[in-house]
């Protein structure tokens, strides 16, 4: 007999099997059909994430400790629509269970009492007294309180109604939320009715929300506090009270962590200071505190009272030595005797030490009849100094009126309200009517309303040029004095 004979026949087929499958699989590989390659980046990184979505869920690692009854304490674990786990625990020292009848249909309820505890995922809701229909919902009255310490937040009402399958607790009866960050003070939150979505993590407020942090009251009729990007939205109008000053805008966003107020639209800034406020009559209204106006200053000061309106302000005060607040959009800032319009305003520093225009500014300042415009401005409330560059320009207006009497323009133009000096440096230029002068320096002395031109100045005109050593310019009077070492000549038309 030979060795193939003494191979049985199924082991003989089976090898032939083998051998046929490698064949097949070598010629696959050779013709491109099957990869004996790694594989490529992505797919590995989808097999990983096809893995952690196979993982099972962890369970929530809070428990109901440390209660008088450990045994009166009652799991059971669920999904809601969207398929999350919601794992809860139930407890009370007088735990009761009774068959009812809600609206002619029999159902299972559960009185917790003393104690009473539901633990909702990691969201602890305790109350006096918790009566569940069928586990499903559930009235917490006697005073309620809710803690979400993952999230930071405390909330407390007179009652709260409980929807396990919606993941909802509704409180009213003057409820009132707190919510603590690393870094931060408290923010305070009241209204007349707070649902809070343990699923999402969102919190709404309805009716007279009032909000309290760091100084300032914000008053709205809704709000929605949104755990996961620590950010309150609050639309209609929403008004805000704090440090002298009155701001209203269509919407306002406050993003908690980042210390960061965004206000949209329709945005109205009114600024008062504490220590010049003239006492509030009684039930004072909106329109009367605005009538009232402020005391007259020294020196302009454009960071101060006044009113300021815009289409979005965003106020980062993150850094507490250095909080920026900026303001984009139609800007229009108003007080007495002053208005200031640019597309964009930036203060910085506290209590607006700077105040920054980068794309344009158009100023009006009636109580020196100036109108100011440049394509930089920067103003320093400490030095008390006004900078003015690219293409900066100051026109002479005649009092009460809109009608340009003079301009003076130059390379950077500087007003110093402490001194009441206005220095305009390169390239300077000086109109007035058909009269030009021109030099390096003018220095505008607000008190004796005399400009002195200097730096070689001269008068230019279509027909002549006439050079001296200084000019004294009196845009009221619209007075050119030529002083010293007259040289040139000016044809007579």
């Known amino acids: 007999m030979s060795v193939r004979d003494s191979i049985p026949a199924t082991q003989t087929m089976r090898t032939i099997v083998l051998l046929l499958i490698l064949a097949f699989s070598q010629s696959a590989c050779r013709a491109g059909f099957v990869r004996e390659s790694r594989p490529t980046e992505p797919e590995r990184q989808s097999t990983i994430e096809t893995e952690k979505t196979e993982k099972p869920e962890e369970s929530p690692k809070e428990e109901i400790r440390d209660v008088q009854k ?26 009761i269970r009774e068959e009812v009848e809600v609206g002619g249909v029999p159902t299972k309820r559960t009185t917790l009492r003393g104690n009473a505890i539901v633990l909702h995922n990691n969201v602890r809701i305790s109350a006096p007294l918790i009566v569940l229909s069928a586990g499903k919902t559930g009235q917490c009255v006697g005073g309620v309180r809710i803690d979400d310490v993952a999230n930071g937040l405390s909330i407390f009402a007179e009652r709260g109604d409980y929807d396990r399958e919606a993941q909802t607790i509704v409180l009213s009866g003057s409820p009132r939320m707190q919510s603590e960050g690393k870094g931060r003070k408290p923010i305070h939150l009241t209204a007349g009715k707070m649902v809070r979505n343990m699923g999402t993590r969102i919190s709404t407020l309805d009716g007279d929300v009032r909000i309290s942090t760091d100084g300032w009251t914000i008053l709205g009729d809704h709000a929605r506090f949104e755990d996961q990007g620590k950010r309150i939205d609050i639309p209609d109008q929403p008004i805000v009270f704090g440090a002298g000053q ?102 910085s520093g506290k209590s607006g030490t700077r105040l920054m225009a980068r794309e344009g500014v158009d100023s009006t300042d009636r109580k020196q009849n100036l109108h100011i415009t440049a394509g930089r401005m920067l103003f320093e409330r400490e030095s008390k100094l006004l900078h003015l560059e690219q293409d900066p320009k100051i026109e002479f207006l005649k009092k009460d009126s809109d009608v340009v009497t003079g301009s003076l ?52 005109q279509e027909n002549g040029f006439l050079k001296c050593e200084k000019i004294v310019y009196y845009p009221e009077k619209r007075r050119l004095i030529l002083m010293n070492r007259l040289r040139g000549s000016l044809a007579k038309d």
């Open 246 to 347: 009155f701001l209203s805008g269509k919407t306002m966003s406050y993003y908690t962590e980042e210390k960061k107020i965004v206000y949209q639209d329709e945005i109205i800034n009114i600024r008062q200071e504490e220590v010049t406020q003239t006492p509030a009559p009684v039930n004072d209204s909106l329109e009367s505190y605005v009538r009232r106006g402020e005391h007259a200053s020294g020196f302009v000061d454009i960071t101060g009272p006044g009113v300021l309106s815009a289409d979005q302000i965003v106020h980062d005060f993150s850094n507490r030595e250095e909080p920026v607040t900026t303001v984009r959009g139609n800007v229009l800032f108003t007080r007495e005797g002053l208005r200031i319009a640019a597309p964009m305003l930036e203060s």
């Open 409 to 460: 323009s130059g390379a950077q133009i500087e007003r110093n309200f402490d001194t009441k000096q206005t220095v305009a440096r390169g390239g300077v230029k000086l109109v007035q009517s058909d009269v030009t002068a021109v030099g390096q320096k003018a220095v505008y002395q607000e008190d004796s309303g005399a400009i002195v031109l200097e730096g070689e100045p001269g008068i230019v």
């Open 70 to 95: 450990p045994e009166n304490v009652e799991t059971t674990s669920t999904r809601d629509n969207t398929g999350r786990l919601i794992r809860v625990q139930i407890y009370g020292d007088e735990l």
